[in-house]
T-cell receptor, first 112, second 116 residues
Framework: DAKTTQPPSMDCAEGRAANLPCNHS???????VYWYRQIHSQGPQYIIH???NNETNEMASLIITEDRKSSTLILPHATLRDTAVYYC?????????????FGIGTKLQVIP | NAGVTQTPKFQVLKTGQSMTLQCAQD?????MSWYRQDPGMGLRLIHY???????DQGEVPNGYNVSRSTTEDFPLRLLSAAPSQTSVYFC???????????????FGAGTRLSVL
């Protein structure tokens, strides 16, 4: 599975949009992009995933570039409860999670 | 629906002691796994299982044993605890059906282990 690169930390003002970037320049055509987050010391939680089209759900939006080499997770109106570590991973749909690498992610601090 | 349940939440061991970290899921997921999380290291895969009776090693398997006798349970055993095994342990599960993009991985709340 392709590896991902994320900035180690970011700040965002409460109420503003948080845009978290992820680089996955070696992604293959059969790999999806997934985002998870880990609030404080809880277990990670799924947020959203996509292949090549932009996706939106009740938690966030995912923008994937046309060449699929990078993506951005958008939290449209960040709240203090969005302070967490955000993980960007890629996964072959036909495979399980055993080949997925969860890196150190991006620590997002939402500031009042 | 309880999801993924881990017990205990906290544990302190002395070097050389043995113990079992329990993990149970009620979602009929084929895939289960154990991770450890250390400061600055992300999540590292210890062992995983793609179904009852099938287990395999992950990235950091040394010092840990697993078994999968039922779909629901996936215990992690430390036979002789060492200070290097001080960590937070997470169990996770997901469907394993091929071609399913939304095979989401669900995590337990974690077990915080200290080995003195």
């Amino acid at each position: 599975d392709a590896k991902t690169t994320q900035p180690p930390s970011m700040d965002c003002a409460e109420g503003r949009a948080a845009n978290l970037p992820c680089n996955h320049s070696t992604i293959s055509g059969n790999e999806y992009v997934y985002w998870y987050r880990q609030i404080h010391s809880q277990g990670p939680q799924y947020i959203i995933h996509g292949l090549k089209n932009n996706e939106t759900n009740e938690m966030a939006s995912l923008i994937i570039t046309e060449d699929r080499k990078s993506s951005t997770l958008i939290l449209p109106h960040a709240t203090l409860r969005d302070t967490a570590v955000y993980y960007c991973i890629v996964r072959v749909v036909a495979g399980g999670y055993q080949k997925v690498t969860f890196g150190i992610g991006t620590k997002l601090q939402v500031i009042p | 629906n309880a999801g993924v349940t881990q017990t205990p939440k906290f544990q302190v061991l002395k070097t050389g002691q043995s113990m079992t970290l329990q993990c149970a899921q009620d979602m009929n997921h084929e895939y289960m796994s154990w991770y450890r999380q250390d400061p600055g290291m992300g999540l590292r895969l210890i062992h995983y299982s793609v179904g009852a009776g099938i287990t395999d090693q992950g990235e950091v398997p040394n010092g840990y044993n697993v078994s999968r006798s039922t779909t629901e349970d996936f215990p992690l055993r430390l036979l002789s605890a060492a200070p290097s095994q001080t960590s937070v342990y997470f169990c996770a599960s997901s469907l394993q059906r091929q071609g399913r993009a939304k095979n989401i991985q669900y995590f337990g709340a974690g077990t915080r282990l200290s080995v003195l």
